[in-house]
């Protein structure tokens, strides 16, 4: 059974960091693409941050500069480094797996999902 476990999430002060994590089993991991999404309340689901499954990175607009993601495939896990967080980073976030052989960040083309993690931001 494929199974993506995310963990890190919790409450931060604005300005402050978090690392996100998400455990794949199940399922391959090396040859996939790894995405990080989020959804705040009464929003939808939106892109974070992506990993190709050769290193490449690509951010929303949003965190870019902010966020770093990146994986370890040895571990089977990828990451989400969270700096200089704000309260409009408040949201649930999860991690998806995509074995597509191009990296997309539209939520429709990634195959399994965590369980989600929540970040709230608030001082």
């Known amino acids: 059974q494929v199974q993506l476990v995310e963990s890190g999430g919790g409450l931060v002060q604005p300005g402050g960091s978090l690392r996100l994590s998400c455990a794949v089993s199940?399922?391959?991991?090396?040859?996939?693409?790894m995405g990080w999404f989020r959804q705040a309340a009464g929003k939808e689901r939106e892109f974070v941050a992506a990993i190709h499954r050769n290193g490449n990175t690509y951010y929303s607009d949003s965190v870019k500069g902010r966020f770093a993601i990146s994986r370890d495939n040895a571990k089977r896990t990828v990451y989400l480094q969270m700096n200089s967080l704000k309260p409009e980073d408040t949201a649930i976030y999860y991690c998806?797996?995509?074995?597509?052989?191009?990296?997309?960040?539209?939520?429709?083309?990634?195959?399994?999902w965590g369980q989600g993690t929540q970040v709230t931001v608030s001082s």
């Open positions: 199940g399922r391959t991991f090396s040859t996939c693409h």
């Open positions: 998806a797996a995509d074995g597509s052989f191009i990296l997309s960040v539209t939520p429709r083309n990634y195959d399994d």
